[in-house]
């Protein structure tokens, strides 16, 4: 009924993308971002302002990424090299992760202002795992996980929560490293063999490949389907509720 193998006996969430509506806001927070600094950037130095691209640049060098990888992995793109800094640079510090505090404001302020919306075929897929007995956690790059499920009203839905928190506390790369992840099945007690991963981002299905696990989901938002195939994911859905009819 679920779609899944019989083996898989847990099941692990991306949040942004999958379960909410959240990655076209952090998009749009990049975006914000990034074009600022890179007007600055290219008045001081009299050159052509070459925008952030929401889509292209997002999905290859953002997205799924912790905010860091995502903001290093950008810059040198445009072959911009930045002091990385520490978790304590203010926005205003032109470091990796000053830019990272600045987006970071950015996306909250987004959030705060216009709240969280989940994807109700999300909610109706999770809360038919929930009732078949099947564990679950959410394992998300981001620092704000808490606040988004709280914002969306689904944080009841999870057993497990492995974030931007976490990964930082106990030490574990970000995907496409397939740590957060194993992370989470290991929280649930789960092997890797008996979790399946549901992801939108490209890294983060490189990370569920990598990991082992017994079932890699993609879900495709923006027209990206090959690519989360090329990338190892199993099955690529539109949204979780066509799980309901896979065979």
């Not at 050159?47 to 292209?56: E, G, K, L, N, T």
């Not at 060098?61 to 800094?85: C, M, N, Q």
């Not at 075929?121 to 808490?146: E, I, P």
């Amino acid at each position: 009924m679920l779609g899944l193998p019989d083996k898989v006996r847990g099941c692990l969430f991306d949040l942004d993308g999958v379960l909410t509506r959240t990655a076209t806001v952090h998009a749009a927070a990049w975006k914000e971002m990034f074009d600022d600094y890179l007007r600055g950037r290219a008045e001081q130095a009299d050159v052509a302002f070459v925008p952030f691209d929401a889509v292209q640049d997002y999905d290859a060098y953002v997205d799924g990424k912790p905010r860091a990888d995502g903001t290093r992995s950008f810059l040198e793109s445009r072959g911009i090299e930045l002091p990385d800094g520490t978790a304590a640079d203010p926005p205003e510090a032109d470091t990796v992760q000053g830019l990272g505090a600045r987006k970071n404001e950015i996306v909250l302020r987004m959030i705060h202002r216009d709240g969280v919306e989940a994807y109700v075929g999300s909610m109706r897929y999770v809360r038919a795992v929930r009732d078949a007995g099947l564990a679950r956690a959410v394992v998300s790059s981001s620092t704000n996980c808490r606040d988004v499920l709280a914002a969306a009203g689904i944080q009841d839905l999870f057993d497990v929560r492995i974030d931007g928190i976490v990964a930082e506390r106990d030490h574990l790369p970000g995907k496409p490293a397939p740590d957060t992840y194993l992370a989470g099945a290991s929280a649930l007690e789960l092997e890797p063999a008996e979790a399946a991963v549901f992801e939108d981002a490209l890294a983060g299905v490189e990370a569920g490949r990598a990991g082992g696990f017994g079932l890699v989901v993609g879900v495709d938002r923006v027209g990206q389907a090959d690519a989360l195939r090329a990338h190892g994911a199993d099955v690529v859905v539109a949204d979780l509720a066509e799980l309901f009819d896979h065979r």
